[in-house]
C-alpha cells in the first residue's frame, strides 16, 4: 500500500496508473465516476480542513479532471471497492 506525502491513510493507488471504475458514483465537486471507465490518477493530496484524502483523476480522452474525495470517516476498504487496476 502506498502512503504519499501529504496523506496519511494507506492506499493502493499510484500516481501515474490507469484505475477501471468498478461502480458508478458521483465524487466531489459533481465529478461522475462511470463503471468501466479508465481513469488516470494524477494527483493526491489530504485536505485537514476537510477530513479527507483527494485524489485527482483525468477520465481518458478528456481534458477536464474529475475529483474523488476519501472522507476519513469512510471505509478503508472503499478504495478497492470502488477502482480496479486497469491495463
Known amino acids: 500500500m502506498n502512503q504519499p506525502r501529504g496523506t496519511w491513510r494507506e492506499h493502493p493507488f499510484e500516481i501515474g496508473r490507469t484505475y477501471v471504475a468498478a461502480q458508478s458514483f458521483v465524487g466531489f465537486p459533481h465529478s461522475d465516476f462511470t463503471v468501466g471507465q479508465s481513469y488516470e490518477l494524477r494527483h493526491i493530496a489530504y485536505s485537514r480542513y476537510d477530513s479527507s484524502t483527494v485524489f485527482t483523476f483525468?477520465?481518458?480522452?478528456?481534458?477536464?479532471?474529475?475529483?474523488?474525495?476519501w472522507y476519513d470517516s469512510e471505509s478503508d476498504t472503499l478504495c478497492r471497492e470502488r477502482f480496479l487496476v486497469g491495463t
Open 58 to 69: 483525468m477520465l481518458k480522452g478528456h481534458s477536464e479532471p474529475v475529483y474523488w474525495w
